[in-house]
């Protein structure tokens, strides 16, 4: 019996250790080992249906909803009314067009979790899948009006988006942020709106404010360092780098702090960053001819 035991306690860690590593399907294979020792005990249940959720969230990444639904039944076989596996299913369904299903489905969620807005998400998404895009911009804007939150306000824009609505899509943005004064999204949105269009005052002071409340966004404080550039602020070096610190794997952001390093004067500094830039997004044209031309500054 110990035997048995030690084997069960140690197939037990070694899924949760593959859970922890983000390899759900090694983590399964000991959790069932474990799972025939004793069935019972609700830390293995717990690694048994995480296992399954997180195969299952692959699986809908993958677009493959048959095994999406496969895996979150078999979830739901051992903790029948957990949410996230729920959720799984629904929208593996949602994904394979069982839009009737997924509608009960849907519906049971909503009378196992009445507090919750998920359900009225998810019925969002499937009008949306249908191609009822009015519909759905209906029902996330119902849900807006009680749940004023980054998910449900960034489904409205990119559905305005998507239906080539900018103006009502930035309207809507300028409305979220009188909603939520210090919300990052709709900023973001908008500084992005502005930079496009090529109205960098304007887009730089979204930009700013945005950074006031978020300081640590590093694609904000990229975007923003770009144009400080391009008006010749004297910040946009410090800011350039502040985002090449936060994110040190982006080949965008190693492109733009290398790129002013080279034309403000430090060429050899700016080389060491733009060939690691190059590293990370090879396909990169324009950063390509960004280290060519700093290379030939040398010459």
């Given at each position: 019996a110990?035997k048995?035991?030690?084997?069960y306690?140690?197939?037990?860690v070694?899924?949760e250790?593959?859970?922890?590593k983000?390899?759900p ?6 959790v ?9 005990t ?8 995480t ?15 048959a095994?999406?639904?496969a ?15 729920l ?5 593996a369904e ?17 009378n ?6 998920l359900p009225?998400m998810?019925?969002g998404?499937?009008?949306?899948a249908k191609?009822q895009v ?19 306000g ?13 103006k009502?899509?930035?309207q809507?943005a300028h409305e979220?942020?009188?909603?939520v ?8 949105f908008i ?9 960098r005052t ?18 904000s404080l990229?975007n ?6 391009e008006t010749?602020?004297?910040k ?6 502040r985002?090449f610190?936060?994110?040190?794997n982006?080949?965008?952001i190693a492109?733009?702090y290398?790129?002013?390093?080279t034309?403000?004067?430090q060429?050899e500094?700016?080389i060491?960053?733009?060939?690691i830039?190059?590293q990370?997004?090879p ?14 500054k040398l010459?």
């Amino acid at each position: 019996a110990n035997k048995e035991e030690s084997t069960y306690a140690a197939n037990a860690v070694l899924a949760e250790y593959h859970l922890r590593k983000k390899e759900p399907k090694i983590a399964l294979d000991y959790v069932k080992k474990a799972f025939q020792v004793n069935a019972e005990t609700p830390y293995v249940k717990s690694l048994y249906t995480t296992a399954h959720l997180e195969l299952g969230k692959l699986a809908l990444g993958q677009k493959e909803w048959a095994n999406a639904k496969a895996e979150s039944i078999a979830g739901l076989n051992i903790a029948a009314k957990d949410p996230r596996l729920l959720e799984v299913l629904i929208r593996a369904e949602v994904g394979a067009a069982n839009y009737q299903h997924a509608t009960t489905l849907i519906n049971q969620y909503r009378n196992d979790y009445p507090n919750s807005t998920l359900p009225d998400m998810l019925m969002g998404e499937q009008l949306l899948a249908k191609g009822q895009v009015d519909d759905a911009l209906a029902q996330f804007k119902t849900i807006w009006s009680t749940s004023k939150t980054p998910p449900v306000g960034g489904k409205i824009i990119n559905l305005l988006k998507n239906a080539k609505r900018d103006k009502e899509a930035t309207q809507f943005a300028h409305e979220w942020i009188e909603a939520v004064p210090d919300a990052t999204h709709p900023r973001l949105f908008i500084a992005l709106e502005y930079q496009s269009k090529g109205d960098r005052t304007n887009a730089i002071k979204y930009y700013e404010e945005l950074l006031s409340t978020s300081p640590n966004d590093p694609i904000s404080l990229n975007n923003l360092a770009w144009l400080y550039y391009e008006t010749n602020n004297e910040k946009a070096l410090g800011t350039a780098e502040r985002a090449f610190q936060l994110a040190p794997n982006s080949g965008a952001i190693a492109d733009t702090y290398g790129w002013i390093l080279t034309n403000q004067g430090q060429v050899e500094k700016g080389i060491e960053i733009l060939t690691i830039a190059h590293q990370l997004a090879p396909s990169s044209q324009e950063i390509k001819a960004h280290l060519d031309s700093a290379k030939a500054k040398l010459k």
